[in-house]
């Protein structure tokens, strides 16, 4: 199942595949367990009332995401956690 907004990528069985984040092209593999910690982790963020928070692709590009894409991606997550489990 495909996933187009903040993030795009594939549902798979036991794993949701990452292509783009933003207008960026990536591919990642997370597992249901770091969606898990990712949501965990974000939601700590939002709630705090962080106003904005950098994410790293490819492990050396930091994309800046402000308050309210921090809420739309966490929503998406959260819809693609679901889907999995």
């Not at 709630?47 to 994309?63: A, K, R, W, Y």
């Amino acid at each position: 199942m495909e996933v187009n907004g903040l993030i795009s990528g594939e549902i798979e069985e036991n794993a949701f595949v990452l292509t783009k984040f933003k207008h960026m092209d990536t591919q990642s593999v997370i597992s249901r367990e770091r969606l898990e910690a990712i949501c965990n982790y974000l939601m700590k963020k939002v709630d705090s009332g962080e106003q904005e928070h950098f994410i790293t692709l490819n492990d050396q590009m930091p994309v800046r995401i402000n308050h309210s894409e921090m809420e739309e991606l966490l929503q998406e997550l959260n819809d693609i956690r679901g889907r999995l489990m």
